[in-house]
């Protein structure tokens, strides 16, 4: 169990729909980060978070949108979603934000699915 | 930008017989090389590290690799390999100075009895 919580475990809905994905870092870490896997794409970097202010941004799409709240959780907003956004979503954590070393603690993911 | 190649897409070998996984990488100035594994329907799960000194760095499960900087290359490797090991493996890179971690496609690992 590596601490970091996501939810929901799976969702399916709908094109144009919109869904929340919820992340709970591990204690203490400011960091949370977003990845989204799918099989043609891979493991793809979205967004970063550090204690509540955007640090990197990666391939995230404008219909995508992150916040992280001052409990330190964070939420990845999708919207008018396509088919193409099906993909397991990632969150990972860690205890830095700046040029530190650590490794990246995931959770087990958010599998979205868009029929 | 930093890349990270991993040129397999899978992996056979024996349990019993010594495995390695390749990865190259691409970055400017000094890098950070990780090593992470994922199991069915789990997130990942930090393998290893190379930040700096020994080219030989020791993990998690028995697991090692080798950075080799002239060759821009971070094989992970392991003597004896386990049924057990069967999983997808992801070679990262961070760039010293940026925050986000970039993988490679990721390289699935079958270990056969």
């Known amino acids: 169990d590596s601490g970091v919580t996501q939810t929901p475990k799976h969702l399916i809905t709908a094109t144009g729909q919109r869904v929340t994905l919820r992340c709970s870092p591990r204690s203490g870490d400011l960091s949370v980060y977003w990845y989204q896997q799918s099989l043609d794409q891979g493991l793809q970097f979205l967004i970063q978070?550090?204690?509540?202010?955007?640090?990197a941004k990666g391939n995230i799409l404008e219909r995508f949108s992150a916040q992280q709240f001052p409990d330190l959780h964070s939420e990845l907003n999708l919207s008018s979603l396509e088919l193409g956004d099906s993909a397991l979503y990632f969150c990972?954590?860690?205890?830095?934000?700046?040029?530190?070393?650590?490794?990246?603690?995931f959770g087990e993911g958010s599998r979205l699915t868009v029929l | 930008a930093q890349s990270v190649a991993q040129p397999e897409d899978q992996v056979n070998v024996a349990e019993g017989n010594p495995l390695t996984v390749k990865c190259t990488y691409s970055v400017s100035g000094n890098p950070y090389l990780f090593w992470y594994v994922q199991y069915p329907n789990r997130g990942l799960q930090f393998l290893l590290k190379y930040i700096t000194g020994d080219n030989l760095v020791k993990g998690s499960y028995g697991f090692e690799a080798e950075f080799n900087k002239s060759q821009t290359s971070f094989h992970l490797k392991k003597p004896s390999a386990l049924v057990s090991d069967s999983a997808l493996y992801f070679c990262a890179v961070r760039q010293t100075g940026f925050q986000k971690l970039v993988f490679g496609t990721g390289t699935r690992l079958l270990v056969s009895p």
């Open positions: 978070y550090y204690n509540g202010e955007e640090r």
């Open positions: 990972a954590s860690s205890p830095s934000g700046g040029v530190g070393t650590g490794e990246l603690f």
